[in-house]
């Protein structure tokens, strides 16, 4: 426990070293409404990742798979999604960081295996709520890290988007 929190704070101050020096950081955020067990469970299990991914692989320890399969036509690689991504460093119920692969759509940083980090902060509200704040550093410059971030700013917010609505409370069917 003690390096898992050495960990986040080595984690919190390259962040905050990134921002003050004016590296580009990706930040979104949601409020899902659930426990921070059912939040925590949802991020760091395949059975949790249904929300986003049909299967998943995850190994919850440093060094760890983190990888979703998502619904797309395979890569000339035959990779579907967030294949060679590794668990960086987690805090059960508190955080979560882990390396993040490019798109098919990029196949310039794809091929190259070119990561992100992200960063997933949870802060439970009370009982029945929690923010997720989802951080994703380590864009360099260049056309393609640019179409890599647009994607991603868009792609991060669908995630969470997801995971909200994965715990939304569901119209009754009055049939």
Known sequence: MIIARISVVLLSALLCAA????ERVLVKEVIVNASIDEVWRAWTTADGLRF????????LRRGGAYEWFLDL?????????GEGARVLAYL????LAFSWTFPPSIPELRDADETT???VR?????DASVKVQLTAHEWRDGEAWEAGYAYFDDAWQRVLSALRNHFAPQPENRT
Do not use: C, H, Y
């Open 19 to 22: 921002a003050e020096s004016g």
């Open 52 to 59: 986003i991914s049909a299967k998943s692989n995850v190994e």
């Open 73 to 81: 036509p395979p890569d000339k690689n035959g990779k579907r999604g």
């Open 92 to 95: 059960p119920k508190e955080m």
């Open 117 to 119: 980090q992200v960063i």
């Open 122 to 126: 949870f802060t439970e509200l009370d």
